[in-house]
């Protein structure tokens, strides 16, 4: 597609209750990041993909939080038995490659995903 | 010690004034720079790279100091649609493309 695209835009859930949120990237890129943003904070970083393969899963805040990548396309994130804490937006970026050519790494970002968490 | 460090501000500038915003990183093996807007409740959108040898983007100057390891973003003649947050994101190296995003500088261009 010509930008990333985030569903849910806004998910109202119960505690206790999991969700899924999708990322659909760029056409072609490889690299996919989720991040986390709560309401006046910096971004968090959640997850790297590269391909179908995730490198890098350090910023996944417990085993609540799983993501998953098929076909080098869509991803999902799924929080398990959410709390109140994990209320944020969510946010997914997609670049072309890897690699320290700054033109190629350039992130690109969905409007995110408002997840409220009741 | 953070990775990318930015001071959150807010900077409060009348119309027409010139700022400027000072980012460090830690990781000296750092590839790639990057300065990001983000607005109120929207997703960050990316402003400018920095080059080595420092970039222009009309009112916009980016510059990288390797040395002491810090970039900068300077903002000439302000304008009120300059009112947003400037994320400083940097891109390690190490086998994958690490990006790290500094929790960003608030700017308020006042009229």
């Known amino acids: 597609g010509a930008g990333v695209s985030q569903s849910p835009s806004n998910k109202v859930t119960e505690k206790g209750k999991d969700v899924e949120l999708r990322c659909d990237p760029i056409s072609g890129h490889t690299a996919l990041y989720w991040y986390r943003q709560s309401l006046g904070q910096g971004l968090e970083f959640l997850i790297y993909f590269q391909g179908n393969s995730a490198p890098d899963k350090s910023g996944l805040p417990s085993d609540r939080f799983s993501a998953e990548r098929t076909g080098g396309s869509v991803s999902t994130l799924t929080i398990q038995r959410t709390q109140q804490e994990d209320s944020a937006v969510y946010l997914c970026?997609?670049?072309?490659?890897?690699?320290?050519?700054?033109?190629?790494?350039?992130?690109?970002f969905g409007a995110g995903s408002r997840l409220t968490v009741l | 010690r953070k990775e990318v460090e930015q001071d959150p501000g807010p900077f409060n500038v009348p119309e027409g004034a010139t700022v400027a915003f000072n980012c460090t990183y830690s990781?000296?093996?750092?590839?790639?720079f990057f300065w990001y807007r983000q607005d109120c409740r929207k997703e960050p959108k990316l402003l400018m790279s920095v080059y080595s040898s420092g970039n222009e983007d009309g009112r916009f100057t980016a510059q990288l100091n390797r040395a002491s390891q810090y970039i900068s973003l300077l903002i000439r003649d302000s304008k009120l649609s300059d009112s947003a947050t400037y994320l400083c994101v940097v891109n390690l190296s190490g086998g994958y493309q690490k990006v790290t995003f500094g929790t960003g500088t608030k700017l308020q261009v006042i009229p």
């Open positions: 990781n000296s093996a750092s590839q790639s």
């Open positions: 970026a997609s670049s072309l490659t890897m690699g320290p050519i700054s033109g190629a790494n350039v992130l690109t």
